[in-house]
């Protein structure tokens, strides 16, 4: 027995030699690259512009930039990649959860190593164009088909987490485990989060049109302003679910190993 903080302690229920579990920096990650791609929209709107922007672009740093998106790129791509081929989460039951996180991670980290490249090699070029945003969404408008692919896959997902109810944690587990007799909860939640980063992504290609039709330094139109604000929510939303699975997992671990 245990209480909604620590969990039920059930000693040798899960083989975790056979079942290696990373989706907690996985989350973090995820989390922090959706509002990496807000804040780096921020500042290259701040660039664009006329004569009185060439001190924000002087200050633009795309070597930070290509920084961050480099960091989560690599984690998202290793991590989703070793799941998404080796199906780690398969021994315990949770076959499902490789394709959920591994898939989606491996994608979005293909995509930030991409923006690190671009970044990395084109950054002086960016900081020099008068309407750097502009720029960026041209070379970002390809790109676009596959990220509202991928935003209709989270759709699927966040169908398939209600059909199916997935994402419920056990009673073992701390905290999210207090709701296992009720695993509608977490499987709204979680869902829910999919499908609103699903609602950015598919909006994505409209807010990259949006900022090339848009006159320099105009005001952000709706689709730009719904996938920031889609993105914003969950990312937030991300990095604090997968900061206090680092506490809730690790008290899994501890009751069932």
Not at 197 to 220: C, D, E, I, M
Request: aromatic residues 10%.
């Amino acid at each position: 027995m245990g209480s909604a903080l620590t969990g039920e302690q059930s000693p040798g229920m899960i083989d975790w030699a056979a079942m290696p579990t990373y989706n907690t920096i996985m989350s973090v990650a995820v989390g922090a690259g959706l509002l990496a791609v807000v804040l780096l929209f921020v500042d290259l709107r701040k660039a664009s512009g006329g004569d009185e922007t060439s001190e924000r672009r002087r200050l633009l740093s795309t070597d930070g930039w290509a920084i961050i998106f480099g960091v989560l790129g690599v984690l998202l791509t290793a991590t989703g990649l070793h799941m998404t081929l080796s199906w780690p989460l398969a021994a315990g039951g949770f076959a499902f959860d490789n394709i959920i996180f591994g898939e989606t991670s491996l994608a979005f980290g293909v995509i930030m190593l991409g923006a690190a490249i671009y970044l990395w090699k084109r950054g002086a070029e960016l900081k020099a164009d008068p309407a750097p945003l502009r720029l960026a969404a041209r070379t970002a408008r390809p790109l676009s088909i596959f990220i509202a692919a991928l935003g209709l896959a989270l759709f699927a997902i966040a169908i398939a987490g209600v059909t199916y109810q997935l994402f419920a944690a056990p009673p073992q587990e701390p905290i999210s485990g207090a709701f296992a007799d009720y695993p509608m909860i977490e499987a709204s939640f979680m869902s829910l989060l999919f499908a609103l980063v699903g609602v950015g992504a598919v909006v994505f290609p409209f807010a990259v049109n949006s900022v090339l039709r848009a006159p320099a330094g105009a005001k952000s139109g709706c689709a730009v302003k719904t996938v920031g604000i889609m993105f914003t929510i969950t990312g937030v939303f991300f990095v604090l679910f997968g900061a206090m699975n680092y506490f809730t997992h690790i008290g899994l671990v501890v009751n069932t190993m």
